[in-house]
């Protein structure tokens, strides 16, 4: 499975980012996916998962209420809704697949990962 990230950039605080995981090699139907992310000088981090049919999932406190993560599988993309954010959601944001039944938030469990996209929000 490949995965490629888009939709980032800079924004100011309080602003919004839609984020794009698209999928080619196999159908991500099958995958449970996640959203991580890497500040400068820090460990990466769990975001977001979901489940392969989208009736579960999860997130870090530090971002509950402001992103939601959501798929559609018929185009083979996972997607992040960022809604105010914060300068402390500066950082490289990676998408992952992984092919276990639970949703899991360790990055430990995914199989495949994205390059990652930069999300850069000023204050």
């Known amino acids: 499975v490949q995965l490629v990230e888009s939709g980032g950039g800079l924004v100011k605080a309080g602003g919004s980012l839609r984020l794009s995981c698209a999928a080619s090699g196999r159908t991500l139907s099958s995958y449970a996916m996640g959203w991580f992310r890497q500040a400068p000088g820090k460990e990466r981090e769990f975001v977001a998962a979901?489940?392969?049919?989208?009736?579960?999932?999860e997130y870090d406190d530090s971002v509950k209420g402001r992103f939601t993560i959501s798929r559609d599988n018929d185009k083979n993309t996972v997607y992040l809704q960022m809604n105010g954010l914060k300068p402390e959601d500066t950082a490289v944001y990676y998408c992952a697949a992984d092919a276990s039944i639970v949703v899991h938030t360790t990055g430990d469990w995914y199989d495949y990962w994205g390059q990652g996209t930069l999300v850069t929000v000023s204050s």
């Open positions: 979901i489940s392969w049919s989208g009736r579960v999932t």
